[in-house]
């Protein structure tokens, strides 16, 4: 089924004309790895390229795309990608934890690091990839990338760490209002020491990065409605000591404070 887009993350979504995103949610049986899966096409012929900037999540993602497919591990600053003439690509979202069954290691050795997917699973995904890029309809697409990745599930029983992970960083990124990791540990039941080895384990970040980026995609997200906002009272919301503190730690991971970011 077709998800609505909510482009959270995605920096100056509503300038990003000549490409479109779709969504789909996984079938049932992939449900506890696949958040969902997503599909950007373009036409920016007789236009300048677009480079879509986006304050990642603690996800991995595999990506069909040209030239080869690939594994995208978390990017713990802003990922880039620059569209031109005309495209597509096809990504399976994983949920945060899902992809250490497939994976078979921590999920910390893919952090910043964008892998060819043969390496991972041999060549049958680049055969899959052809398949799917090649498909006409976007239902079809997501029926092919489904059907390749059951067979590259691993067949163990599941492993109750992904639910509980997963769990946990959506508690963060659907209500940022935790701020330390000492009071997460606390809202989950989960010692500290275990929380960072669990995140290290299965998402590949810790969670003092992805409480900090929750905060700052709450930023993004406000700053894109316009200007006429209270940032004080903004950053008291999200835990700051003061604005200043958001603005200084915005500016650093995008590049411009939030109240020019707004106004442009």
């Known amino acids: 089924m077709r998800l609505p ?5 995605v920096l100056r979504a509503d300038g990003a004309a000549g490409h479109r995103v779709s969504l789909y949610e996984p079938a049932a049986d992939l449900a506890p ?3 969902h899966h997503w599909i950007v096409h373009w036409d920016l012929r007789g236009r300048a390229p677009v480079r879509q900037k986006v304050l990642s999540h603690p996800n991995v993602h595999v990506v069909f795309e040209q030239p080869f497919p690939a594994v995208y591990g978390v990017v713990r600053d802003i990922f880039e990608r620059e569209l031109s003439g005309v495209g597509h690509v096809f990504g399976i979202k994983f949920r945060a934890g899902g992809f250490r069954p ?3 290691a921590p999920v910390a050795t893919l952090t910043d690091r964008v892998v060819p997917a043969v390496d991972l699973f041999g060549p049958t995904v680049v055969a899959a990839g052809e398949r799917v890029l090649g498909a006409a309809a976007e239902p079809e697409r997501v029926a092919l990338a489904e059907t390749w990745l059951r067979g590259a599930l691993p067949a163990a029983e599941p492993d109750p760490a992904v639910a509980e992970t997963a769990a946990i960083v959506a508690r963060i ?3 940022p209002n935790l701020f330390r990791v000492d009071d997460l540990a606390e809202e989950v039941g989960v010692p500290v020491r275990r929380l960072q080895r669990l995140f290290a384990e299965y998402v590949g970040v810790g969670p003092k990065w992805v409480l900090r980026r929750a905060r700052l995609q709450e930023v993004a997200e406000r700053a894109e409605h316009g200007a006429g906002i209270d940032w004080a009272a903004l950053a008291a919301d999200l835990g700051y000591a003061d604005q200043a503190h958001l603005t200084r730690d915005f500016t650093a991971a995008v590049g411009t404070a939030p109240s020019r970011y707004a106004r442009a």
């Open 102 to 104: 497939v994976l078979g």
């Open 173 to 175: 990124t659907t209500a």
């Open 33 to 35: 790895f696949v958040e």
């Open 5 to 9: 887009y909510r482009p959270r993350g």
